[in-house]
Nanobody
Framework: QVQLVESGGGLVQAGDSLRLSCVASGRTFSSYAMGWFRQAPGKEREFVATISWSGSNTYYAGNVKGRFTISRDNAKNTVYLQMNSLKPEDTAVYYC??????????????????WGQGTQVTVSS
């Protein structure tokens, strides 16, 4: 069993930066691929970024690539999402995700084993 707790969301202006954190419980964290998804009001949950268990491989959605960076610290059981140059369309609830699958597979929400409770990110124009 893995429990995920996100933090770091908030209200910012367009062009600002935020860093989200997700702390995982459980001894198997370092063997799990981790990822971030988001869900805007009235829209389906969408993939944002994923990282392999070692941290050496990452993959991003096209609309965040170059602006967002996912990273992890296995010693702290924590995964991060650094978000730069935020846009109003980035407004959503951001969810941390974990699964014992290849990091590339984590792009598909159906393969996620564990979800966090979500943290709200609001970007004003």
């Amino acid at each position: 069993q893995v429990q995920l707790v996100e933090s770091g969301g908030g209200l910012v202006q367009a062009g600002d930066s935020l860093r989200l954190s997700c702390v995982a419980s459980g001894r198997t964290f370092s063997s799990y691929a981790m990822g971030w998804f988001r869900q805007a009001p009235g829209k389906e949950r969408e993939f944002v970024a994923t990282i392999s268990w070692s941290g050496s491989n990452t993959y991003y959605a096209g609309n965040v690539k170059g602006r967002f960076t996912i990273s992890r610290d296995n010693a702290k059981n924590t995964v991060y999402l650094q978000m730069n140059s935020l846009k109003p369309e980035d407004t959503a609830v951001y969810y941390c995700a974990a699964a014992p699958v290849a990091y590339s597979t984590m792009r598909v929400a159906e393969y996620v084993y564990y979800w966090g409770q979500g943290t709200q990110v609001t970007v004003s124009s």
